[in-house]
């Protein structure tokens, strides 16, 4: 089998003003829908109560709904959980009251009103948790790209670096974009999940970094745009598969993982979709208007000594 | 070319069959077993309580499968939870004579059905985390604040009867947020207190400014000794959370410090929250202060007028008001034991209290000056006071004194838990709590056991299906790196979470990109026209500079959740960088060593099995 039969070089870098404007659209919308509508945070970042009750037969959420407020809560939020039986009650954090004392009264009451309703688990996050965990997951972030940022300027070039990381940093914002607009929450596994695939989608460009500086050692006369698309074309093949196999497994979570692992899977899917999109249409790109040139990669030193410049293994002294 | 030494066989070979004993454990499943433990110092569990339990078992007729002795404990197995339930009541009966004074703790528990020989190298199961067991985890946060402000209380109380011993004179001696500060009269006096502090007080740093005609003088505690102080106050709330959770008969309780003021607790397997919560919740601290029997507080206590300064108004456990004055002499911290017992004279019930040497010298100066006054016990909960007893000094006491009179059994019973209990250094609060059903943890397992597999299968079949049989080498590379996965993690004993296991399928679907990316290299090499071998060793020595770039980047991102993720997090950012590590002595390591053992061997290879090996109808290279 071989999905990938490609006889030329495809121009990938011809088109990368469109691409690069499909992306700062994208980006500009996530942007938008994240100030307008912002995240639909979990309890872990806002405090609160979280509980999850079974019965025996469907729930009637709206009785669930007024049986809860009837104990004087606000703001309660009575939705299904992955099953029309599944009952997820959440119930916000409430200065001064003895938090910890609500879920008991809570399941008494709905006790009294359906006896048949079983607790599966309760979750109560006081107030002060959730700004240490947000703070440590900005933290985190920036751990994550400046460590990379540091790697890839070590490794490669700071060109490639800050190209990878713009590109990368795009998809962040646009998951969370969706997370917005959808209004789907936003949990600590989610956040776990975006990193996971900052890191993840970083490989993609640094694959087709370590093919750019490949072909600039063995194609001496091609142009950087020609080395670019070479680079791009012969690693399209890899990037699908490699991405089609993560997806895979990632599907297996949407589909198997019940309404725990359900966003995480989620994040994860539009990460590896935008991070095919970005590593291939965008880091390059912006590598390639930072002025990316053939000496950054390959550095002049071996020519001094009088070697012929179109030795292949010219580029491999260091 | 593609030849392994005998050795990195050997390698292959040797960490393969370890990873496949440690990896064994989780796979026999967990037996229902009671585990019976001491509650106290004095009664030791060895052989003899085997024997015991052995012996309770017969004679209650439930057979056990097993009966061992595990370090402090001894764990029975059985084979249905009918016959641990029968076997908990039967243990119960027989190693507790006395319900109102246990001496074991008997409670249910799950033991691992790995056989002996498994367990004798270590190989253990991994622990699985609340969510996938079922049980109660609670975040506690020690309010360090009010343990600071007791020992600066407590610290303005010493000082200002040292002050009164050595005759020295001061005014408004009052406690300032962590310092004592005070107004002294002359120069002399100033460096006599001086000295007074250095010689007495080692935790307080003085420092004087000049008042008017008046010197200053402010005492505040030093940063070291504020360290300690919440250091103890850490250690004795842990040390007191672990006895009240003995209580409760939990089998695994994990009770652990984390960072400067919190407390984890969690309980595997507890279900009633309330009483769990009960327990914890009692945050309650003791004083002793004297009842303020002045004409207004007299007058205040019956008709509600004003509470004299230096007096605070508080109420008894009848609901009476009572008015006491507002210096605390004496602290819980002070109070080493609190006994119920019976007067050996009137046989009335009493409740026999031993202080410390300190609590001892305050507590007879203070009776022989107040001697038939009343001096109030408070318990603070929350910080809310309540009068236990105020009972009336009857003689000048010492280090060990009773309190008696008009006291049920049961009564002095209460008082001398209530006290006992009242020595948390400093109230906490419940800051997170989770509960997690069994049930959801048992179809948390399922679920994430099944996302794993299935997502596994598809891959292993897309990949033979793409790439034959180099596809199928790397499915076997994917397998191998589920069991090292698998062997690490239960080496190190780390606590499986459903984030783990989302975590694992991640590591897996991460891992095949390595495999990708040398088959797509192989192919690449073989559609430049390379010869078959020249291709396999090529593909492999070009793809792992990629690969080693790709995985450090996953890498950092994996040390980024670990150093900041708690909690969920941590499980995922753990198995997620272990995942990357083994994934790389899987995919390139372990599939090369396949490969070399298949094709190594044949000098003359015309064609490798790497599936569609395309090449352009005409060469647009340049």
Same mark, same amino acid.
């Given at each position: 089998?071989?999905?990938?039969?490609?006889?030329?070089?495809?121009?990938?870098?011809?088109?990368?003003?469109?691409?690069?404007?499909?992306?700062?659209?994208?980006?500009?919308?996530?942007?938008?829908?994240?100030?307008?509508?912002?995240?639909?945070?979990?309890?872990?970042?806002?405090?609160?109560?979280?509980?999850?009750?079974?019965?025996?037969?469907?729930?009637?959420?709206?009785?669930?709904?007024?049986?809860?407020?009837?104990?004087?809560?606000?703001?309660?939020?009575?939705?299904?959980?992955?099953?029309?039986?599944?009952?997820?009650?959440?119930?916000?954090?409430?200065?001064?009251?003895?938090?910890?004392?609500?879920?008991?009264?809570?399941?008494?009451?709905?006790?009294?009103?359906?006896?048949?309703?079983?607790?599966?688990?309760?979750?109560?996050?006081?107030?002060?948790?959730?700004?240490?965990?947000?703070?440590?997951?900005?933290?985190? +972030?920036?751990? #994550? &790209?400046?460590?990379?940022?540091?790697?890839?300027? %070590?490794?490669? $070039?700071?060109?490639? /670096? *800050?190209? =990878?990381?713009?590109?990368? +940093?795009?998809? #962040? &914002?646009?998951?969370?974009?969706?997370?917005?607009? %959808?209004?789907? $929450?936003?949990?600590? /596994? *989610?956040? =776990?999940?975006?990193?996971?695939?900052?890191?993840?989608?970083?490989?993609?460009?640094?694959?087709?970094?370590?093919?750019?500086?490949?072909?600039?050692?063995?194609?001496?006369?091609?142009?950087?745009?020609?080395?670019?698309?070479?680079?791009?074309?012969?690693?399209?093949?890899?990037?699908?598969?490699?991405?089609?196999?993560?997806?895979?497994?990632?599907?297996?979570?949407?589909?198997?993982?019940?309404?725990?692992?359900?966003?995480?899977?989620?994040?994860?899917?539009?990460?590896?979709?935008?991070?095919?999109?970005?590593?291939?249409?965008?880091?390059?790109?912006?590598?390639?208007?930072?002025?990316?040139?053939?000496?950054?990669?390959?550095?002049?030193?071996?020519?001094?000594?009088?070697?012929?410049?179109?030795?292949?293994?010219?580029?491999?002294?260091? | 070319?593609?030849?392994?030494?005998?050795?990195?066989?050997?390698?292959?070979?040797?960490?393969?069959?370890?990873?496949?004993?440690?990896?064994?454990?989780?796979?026999?499943?967990?037996?229902?077993?009671?585990?019976?433990?001491?509650?106290?110092?004095?009664?030791?569990?060895?052989?003899?309580?085997?024997?015991?339990?052995?012996?309770?078992?017969?004679?209650?007729?439930?057979?056990?499968?097993?009966?061992?002795?595990?370090?402090?404990?001894?764990?029975?197995?059985?084979?249905?939870?009918?016959?641990?339930?029968?076997?908990?009541?039967?243990?119960?009966?027989?190693?507790?004579?006395?319900?109102?004074?246990?001496?074991?703790?008997?409670?249910?528990?799950?033991?691992?059905?790995?056989?002996?020989?498994?367990?004798?190298?270590?190989?253990?199961?991994?622990?699985?985390?609340?969510?996938?067991?079922?049980?109660?985890?609670?975040?506690?946060?020690?309010?360090?604040?009010?343990?600071?402000?007791?020992?600066?209380?407590?610290?303005?109380?010493?000082?200002?009867?040292?002050?009164?011993?050595?005759?020295?004179?001061?005014?408004?001696?009052?406690?300032?947020?962590?310092?004592?500060?005070?107004?002294?009269?002359?120069?002399?006096?100033?460096?006599?207190?001086?000295?007074?502090?250095?010689?007495?007080?080692?935790?307080?740093?003085?420092?004087?400014?000049?008042?008017?005609?008046?010197?200053?003088?402010?005492?505040?505690?030093?940063?070291?000794?504020?360290?300690?102080?919440?250091?103890?106050?850490?250690?004795?709330?842990?040390?007191?959370?672990?006895?009240?959770?003995?209580?409760?008969?939990?089998?695994?309780?994990?009770?652990?410090?984390?960072?400067?003021?919190?407390?984890?607790?969690?309980?595997?397997?507890?279900?009633?929250?309330?009483?769990?919560?009960?327990?914890?919740?009692?945050?309650?601290?003791?004083?002793?202060?004297?009842?303020?029997?002045?004409?207004?507080?007299?007058?205040?206590?019956?008709?509600?007028?004003?509470?004299?300064?230096?007096?605070?108004?508080?109420?008894?456990?009848?609901?009476?008001?009572?008015?006491?004055?507002?210096?605390?002499?004496?602290?819980?911290?002070?109070?080493?034991?609190?006994?119920?017992?019976?007067?050996?004279?009137?046989?009335?019930?009493?409740?026999?209290?031993?202080?410390?040497?300190?609590?001892?010298?305050?507590?007879?100066?203070?009776?022989?000056?107040?001697?038939?006054?009343?001096?109030?016990?408070?318990?603070?909960?929350?910080?809310?006071?309540?009068?236990?007893?105020?009972?009336?000094?009857?003689?000048?006491?010492?280090?060990?004194?009773?309190?008696?009179?008009?006291?049920?059994?049961?009564?002095?019973?209460?008082?001398?838990?209530?006290?006992?209990?009242?020595?948390?250094?400093?109230?906490?609060?419940?800051?997170?709590?989770?509960?997690?059903?069994?049930?959801?943890?048992?179809?948390?397992?399922?679920?994430?056991?099944?996302?794993?597999?299935?997502?596994?299968?598809?891959?292993?079949?897309?990949?033979?299906?793409?790439?034959?049989?180099?596809?199928?080498?790397?499915?076997?590379?994917?397998?191998?790196?589920?069991?090292?996965?698998?062997?690490?993690?239960?080496?190190?004993?780390?606590?499986?979470?459903?984030?783990?296991?989302?975590?694992?399928?991640?590591?897996?679907?991460?891992?095949?990109?390595?495999?990708?990316?040398?088959?797509?290299?192989?192919?690449?090499?073989?559609?430049?026209?390379?010869?078959?071998?020249?291709?396999?060793?090529?593909?492999?020595?070009?793809?792992?500079?990629?690969?080693?770039?790709?995985?450090?980047?996953?890498?950092?991102?994996?040390?980024?959740?670990?150093?900041?993720?708690?909690?969920?997090?941590?499980?995922?950012?753990?198995?997620?960088?272990?995942?990357?590590?083994?994934?790389?002595?899987?995919?390139?390591?372990?599939?090369?060593?396949?490969?070399?053992?298949?094709?190594?061997?044949?000098?003359?290879?015309?064609?490798?099995?790497?599936?569609?090996?395309?090449?352009?109808?005409?060469?647009?290279?340049?």
């Amino acid at each position: 089998m071989e999905f990938f039969k490609i006889g030329r070089d495809i121009p990938f870098m011809r088109h990368a003003k469109v691409f690069n404007a499909i992306s700062l659209i994208t980006f500009v919308l996530a942007v938008f829908f994240l100030f307008t509508r912002g995240l639909h945070l979990s309890i872990e970042f806002t405090g609160g109560t979280l509980m999850e009750v079974s019965y025996s037969q469907s729930a009637d959420l709206g009785k669930v709904r007024s049986t809860v407020a009837s104990l004087g809560y606000t703001d309660v939020q009575v939705q299904n959980f992955g099953t029309a039986r599944d009952v997820m009650i959440r119930l916000p954090a409430q200065k001064g009251v003895s938090t910890t004392q609500q879920s008991e009264q809570v399941m008494q009451t709905l006790r009294a009103s359906d006896a048949s309703v079983t607790l599966r688990r309760t979750e109560f996050v006081g107030p002060q948790i959730g700004d240490e965990l947000a703070a440590d997951g900005l933290k985190a +972030l920036a751990m #994550v &790209v400046v460590g990379i940022m540091i790697y890839l300027a %070590f490794r490669f $070039e700071w060109k490639f /670096a *800050v190209s =990878a990381i713009i590109a990368n +940093l795009h998809d #962040v &914002v646009i998951i969370l974009g969706f997370f917005a607009f %959808f209004q789907w $929450e936003f949990s600590l /596994a *989610v956040l =776990a999940a975006v990193l996971a695939v900052l890191g993840y989608s970083v490989n993609e460009s640094v694959v087709i970094f370590d093919r750019i500086r490949e072909n600039f050692r063995r194609y001496r006369k091609m142009n950087t745009v020609q080395i670019i698309d070479n680079a791009i074309t012969s690693t399209i093949s890899r990037t699908i598969i490699t991405h089609g196999s993560t997806q895979i497994m990632v599907l297996s979570m949407l589909l198997f993982g019940g309404p725990t692992l359900f966003y995480f899977a989620l994040a994860l899917t539009i990460g590896i979709c935008f991070g095919i999109y970005s590593s291939v249409f965008v880091a390059a790109a912006v590598a390639m208007w930072l002025g990316l040139e053939r000496e950054d990669l390959i550095k002049p030193t071996s020519r001094k000594d009088g070697q012929d410049p179109n030795d292949p293994n010219a580029g491999a002294v260091v | 070319m593609n030849r392994y030494p005998i050795w990195k066989y050997l390698v292959l070979a040797v960490t393969l069959v370890i990873a496949a004993l440690y990896t064994l454990p989780n796979f026999f499943g967990e037996a229902p077993a009671v585990q019976v433990s001491s509650l106290k110092a004095m009664t030791k569990v060895d052989e003899s309580t085997v024997g015991r339990v052995e012996e309770a078992l017969k004679n209650a007729g439930v057979k056990a499968e097993e009966v061992v002795l595990d370090g402090n404990s001894v764990r029975a197995r059985f084979d249905t939870p009918d016959n641990q339930l029968r076997a908990k009541d039967a243990l119960q009966k027989a190693l507790i004579p006395d319900p109102s004074n246990p001496t074991f703790i008997v409670a249910l528990n799950l033991v691992s059905r790995s056989p002996t020989w498994l367990r004798s190298v270590h190989a253990m199961p991994m622990y699985l985390g609340l969510d996938l067991r079922g049980g109660v985890h609670f975040m506690l946060q020690v309010d360090m604040q009010a343990a600071l402000t007791k020992r600066a209380d407590s610290l303005a109380g010493d000082l200002r009867l040292a002050l009164r011993e050595k005759s020295l004179r001061y005014e408004d001696l009052v406690r300032d947020g962590n310092s004592v500060q005070m107004r002294l009269p002359d120069q002399a006096t100033a460096n006599a207190v001086e000295r007074l502090l250095q010689e007495q007080f080692a935790d307080l740093q003085a420092r004087t400014s000049a008042d008017g005609a008046k010197i200053r003088l402010v005492a505040s505690i030093r940063p070291e000794a504020l360290r300690k102080v919440q250091d103890q106050a850490l250690k004795q709330n842990i040390t007191t959370l672990h006895n009240r959770i003995n209580e409760l008969g939990v089998s695994e309780p994990v009770i652990q410090q984390q960072g400067i003021d919190r407390i984890v607790v969690q309980l595997p397997g507890v279900q009633d929250t309330a009483k769990a919560k009960d327990i914890l919740g009692r945050t309650a601290t003791l004083e002793m202060r004297l009842v303020d029997e002045s004409a207004e507080a007299r007058a205040a206590e019956i008709g509600g007028g004003l509470v004299p300064f230096n007096s605070e108004r508080f109420i008894d456990r009848e609901g009476r008001p009572i008015i006491l004055k507002k210096r605390v002499e004496l602290t819980g911290e002070s109070l080493t034991d609190a006994q119920p017992g019976f007067d050996s004279q009137t046989q009335q019930p009493k409740v026999d209290l031993t202080v410390d040497a300190k609590g001892g010298r305050i507590m007879r100066d203070v009776s022989r000056e107040n001697l038939k006054k009343r001096m109030a016990i408070v318990l603070f909960e929350k910080g809310k006071g309540e009068v236990l007893t105020a009972p009336v000094i009857q003689g000048e006491l010492g280090n060990r004194f009773q309190i008696s009179g008009s006291m049920s059994t049961v009564e002095a019973n209460d008082l001398a838990l209530l006290l006992r209990a009242g020595s948390l250094a400093a109230p906490m609060d419940i800051i997170e709590e989770r509960t997690i059903g069994p049930s959801l943890g048992a179809e948390n397992i399922a679920k994430g056991f099944n996302s794993v597999t299935w997502g596994f299968v598809a891959i292993v079949i897309f990949m033979a299906a793409y790439y034959m049989l180099f596809g199928l080498i790397s499915g076997l590379a994917l397998a191998v790196n589920l069991l090292l996965l698998v062997a690490v993690l239960s080496m190190l004993q780390a606590t499986l979470t459903l984030p783990g296991m989302a975590a694992m399928a991640l590591a897996l679907g991460m891992a095949i990109d390595s495999n990708v990316l040398i088959n797509e290299r192989v192919r690449e090499e073989l559609r430049n026209g390379a010869a078959p071998q020249a291709a396999i060793h090529a593909g492999y020595e070009r793809a792992w500079a990629t690969i080693l770039d790709s995985n450090i980047t996953t890498l950092i991102a994996g040390l980024a959740l670990l150093i900041f993720g708690s909690g969920p997090v941590r499980g995922f950012a753990v198995v997620h960088c272990i995942g990357i590590v083994t994934s790389m002595f899987s995919a390139v390591f372990f599939s090369r060593g396949l490969v070399n053992l298949w094709y190594g061997r044949q000098k003359k290879l015309k064609s490798v099995s790497i599936g569609t090996v395309w090449r352009p109808g005409a060469s647009t290279k340049p």
